[in-house]
């Protein structure tokens, strides 16, 4: 059995996302209800993790909050006094679709230590693989900007620690959650250390973010791969992104970790995307990322929440996941099917793939 830790707090789901109202104009005709970035997607995946026995199991790694000089790391001053003069008060919002409530300030720091804890953790060898159930999620947040729930870079910043704390000089991310990558894009783009690979539904969101012809710039020429795929996308397609895209590039990287931007709302029942995949998938999709990192950096991968808006389907998915990096295998079936609609790969979803991977060449290798 592997030894996979798992950082958990019950304040992240203290984190007020607000609602929807509150980041629309005064006279807009809309009832007020609850942000689609609720706590219990979150608590039921460690609810579920609990009933099937699989958390005792695990390496409890303890969060902490990031300091401040880790998060100028990557994050504008101005805006980091921002956030917290606004979480010292009425709360208010980061940036773009990112409303907060009082003390939320605290809790993004939490999320950001949390992962960088579970980095360490890895490193050092106090476990094989990690899963870190953090939130606020984190990878739209910009340099100066939050945007879509996200405050600060959770993974982007648990890289750059794994590279000025830690030692290492290569590390890799993949960000499997439907939405773009467009905050860790931003914070890497020019930067050849930090392979950033984002799979993403195509022009979801952000809009116009995520193209496949967003390569890097400067030094960072090639170290960004995006793998738009088409609006319904299920396991043919996301699979043949990670073995034609995703596996290369790494392989060609030869990263010393390897992290996943985890966010499970490619999933065919998320209310904020278009895609089809199934818990299965996602356990399927998390051993071709550990047969690379057990090929590439001695196994070191650590996932990092992300989005996922579907509460009912969420956990499942989740679960998938951790009992792959664990090697446990619980008795809970799928809660809602257990198996996904019968897909073909399409020609349209092959291109886009094929597209993607033409890109692979440019990755810089060590």
């Known amino acids: ?35 689609p970035e609720t706590p ?3 608590r039921r995946f460690k609810n579920l993790l609990d009933a099937a026995g699989i958390t005792p199991q695990l390496v409890t790694i303890p969060p902490r909050m990031a300091t401040r000089a880790e998060i100028e790391r990557l994050h504008d001053p101005a805006y980091i006094d921002r956030i917290k003069e606004l979480s010292d008060t009425t709360g208010g919002d980061a940036g773009e679709e990112t409303p907060f409530g009082p003390g939320g300030y605290e809790i993004a720091l939490l999320a950001a230590g949390g992962a960088m804890n579970a980095v360490r953790a890895v ?13 606020p999620p984190g990878h739209h947040a910009e340099r100066d900007l939050g945007r879509g729930y996200c405050i600060f870079g959770n993974t982007a910043l648990a890289a750059r620690h794994a590279q000025l704390d830690l030692g290492l000089a290569r590390v890799a991310i993949v960000d499997w959650d439907v939405h773009h990558g467009n905050g860790t894009e931003h914070l890497f783009y020019e930067d050849p250390s930090v392979l950033a690979i984002s799979l993403h539904q195509d022009n979801n969101y952000p809009p116009n973010s995520g193209l ?7 030094a960072g020429v090639g170290a960004t791969l995006n793998v738009p795929l088409p609006a319904g996308a299920g396991r043919r397609p996301y699979e043949l992104a990670l073995t034609e895209v995703v596996v290369p590039a ?55 929440h992300e989005g996922g808006y579907s509460d009912m389907y969420t956990p499942y998915c989740g679960l998938r996941i951790v009992e792959e990096l ?11 099917l257990t198996y996904g609609p019968n897909q073909h790969l399409h020609d349209h979803e092959r291109a886009a793939v094929e597209r993607a991977a033409a890109n692979v060449a440019g990755v810089p290798a060590p």
């Open 212 to 218: 496949v012809g967003d390569t890097g710039a400067g």
């Open 250 to 304: 790494l392989d060609r990287f030869r990263p010393d970790l390897i992290l996943v931007a985890s966010g499970l709302d490619a999933n065919m029942y998320d209310i904020n995307a278009r895609q089809s995949l199934v818990a299965e998938d996602y356990r399927d999709f998390t051993r071709i990322l550990m047969d690379a990192a057990d090929r590439l950096c001695g196994g070191r991968l650590v996932m990092i």
């Open 123 to 135: 490193v050092e060898g106090d476990c094989d693989n990690a899963y870190a159930l953090v939130r």
């Open 326 to 336: 664990s090697g446990i295998r619980s008795t809970v079936p799928d809660g809602v």
């Open 40 to 42: 219990e997607g979150k």
């Open 1 to 35: 059995m592997t030894r996979t830790g798992f950082v958990w707090d019950e304040r992240y789901v203290w984190f007020d996302s607000r609602g929807y109202h509150d980041w629309l104009p005064a006279e807009a005709l809309f009832q007020p209800m609850p942000s």
